[in-house]
């Protein structure tokens, strides 16, 4: 167990549904992030929270939005689902604001969308 | 560019040999080169990493080299077992001030008992 939790495990949905995906960070961590894997392909960076803010963003489409709240758990919210958006989800959590060895990913919740 | 080119993308070796993987990378104000594992339907594990002002760093059976100047850095896997078997990703952290990390694609070693 990373100490990274993330619910669901596993989402099955229909095109045009919204689904959010729910991650609790390691205790002590104040940075969330979010990776976007999908099949036989490397992880792709989303977005990170640090300490309830926006820090970084990456390559995020517009329908998707995310944010921390002040318990530090964070939320990916995913809108108006296509076939393209199936694909593991990975949360991250680190210390501080920067990658570090401290950096530990969630197991992933696996979205299927039919 | 962005990216983290990793090669090969596929590498298939009997038990006891050595595994070798090549990254090459374009940001020279990257710093930290971490290494994560991932078997199937799993989360990625780091299991080793460097920063840029260290050329070679060792752990048992891995080892990392990193040369800054002609940016490419490597995974040395010695003594490999069928349990070395899963997908390896090397990454770089970006060079800006947050955690962000920028994955190769990914390397599927199979290690052949």
């Known amino acids: 167990d990373s100490g990274v939790t993330q619910t669901p495990k596993h989402l099955i949905t229909a095109t045009g549904q919204r689904v959010t995906l729910r991650c609790s960070p390691r205790?002590?961590?104040?940075?969330v992030y979010w990776y976007q894997q999908s099949l036989d392909q490397g992880l792709q960076f989303l977005i990170q929270y640090y300490n309830g803010e926006e820090r970084a963003k990456g390559n995020i489409l517009e329908r998707f939005s995310a944010q921390q709240f002040p318990d530090l758990h964070s939320e990916l919210n995913l809108s108006s689902l296509e076939l393209g958006d199936s694909a593991l989800y990975f949360c991250?959590?680190?210390?501080?604001?920067?990658?570090?060895?401290?950096?530990?990913f969630g197991s992933g919740t696996r979205l299927t969308v039919v | 560019g962005e990216n983290v080119e990793q090669h090969p993308s596929t590498l298939s070796v009997q038990e006891g040999d050595s595994a070798v993987i090549k990254c090459t990378y374009s940001?020279?104000?990257?710093?930290?080169f971490p290494w994560y594992k991932q078997e199937l339907g799993k989360r990625p594990q780091l299991i080793i990493d460097i920063r840029s002002n260290v050329g070679e760093k060792k752990d048992q059976r891995i080892a990392v080299t990193l040369n800054k100047t002609a940016k490419h850095f490597s995974l040395h896997i010695t003594e490999t077992q069928p349990e070395d078997s899963a997908v390896y990703f090397c990454?770089?952290?970006?060079?800006?001030?947050?955690?962000?990390?920028?994955f190769g694609q990914g390397t599927t070693l199979q290690v052949k008992p």
């Open positions: 990454v770089r952290g970006d060079s800006s001030n947050t955690g962000k990390l920028i």
């Open positions: 940001d020279s104000a990257s710093n930290y």
């Open positions: 991250a959590s680190s210390p501080t604001d920067r990658a570090s060895r401290g950096y530990t």
């Open positions: 205790s002590g961590d104040l940075s």
